[in-house]
């Protein structure tokens, strides 16, 4: 009965991540080699020509500057409930920064509607994200992070419009949106 029991949950798993590898979305095609998390304490330049320094700081000293949502989503890799996030629909110019330590991100030129319930954009500002790859739903994602305080952001694929073909699937708790016209906050430590 054990062993009939085994293998009836073996042939289970297989279906589900035959399944899962079906129904799955196209892959960044950084995930056959992931760019590494920018290491912390390097300086990093962009090419927007803003130097930054990557933060030593620990993951628990974000918890009382940032809400209770945002800190399981930046610093425990959470994701937020698709069509729940304010930005969702935000379609002013502006900047989207990491909610965390104010890096810029994203422009509101690069979004567009996924129909994903979640943030989406075809290009970060250059310099400003870090990847690795992720398992945790059976099958190999790209995630990817603010390269300053290592924040989780969200997953990019490759189902997104032209000219990249990418999708930056954000969740929106994990970032920050500045009209155009008001002034970036100062980065913080």
């Known amino acids: 009965m054990l062993a009939a029991a085994k293998l009836l949950l073996a042939a289970g798993a297989a279906a589900l991540v035959a ?3 079906a129904l799955a979305p196209r892959m960044h095609s950084s995930d056959a ?3 590494p998390l920018t290491s912390r304490g390097n300086p990093v330049q962009d090419p927007l020509n803003v130097t930054f320094t990557p933060l030593t700081k620990p993951k628990t000293a974000w918890k009382g500057q940032v809400s209770d ?20 629909h935000e379609k002013r110019e ?11 991100l994203f422009i509101n030129r690069t979004k567009f509607e996924s129909g994903t319930g979640w943030p989406s954009f075809n290009e970060p500002i250059p310099g400003r994200l870090g990847f690795k790859t992720d398992y945790k739903i059976g099958y190999p994602r790209t995630e990817y992070h603010c ?13 997104g419009p032209a000219p990249t073909g990418q999708r ?5 708790v994990a970032l920050r949106f500045i009209p155009k016209g008001e002034a970036l906050p100062a980065l913080r430590d």
């Open 69 to 88: 949502e945002a800190y399981a989503v930046l610093f425990e890799e959470a994701t937020e409930r698709a069509g729940t996030c304010a930005l969702l």
């Open 33 to 35: 080699q992931p760019k």
């Open 168 to 172: 930056y699937c954000n969740n929106g």
């Open 147 to 159: 390269a300053r305080c290592g924040g989780h952001q969200g997953h990019v694929f490759d189902d």
């Open 94 to 104: 502006g900047t989207f920064l990491c909610a965390a330590c104010y890096l810029p």
């Open 19 to 21: 399944a899962g590898v």
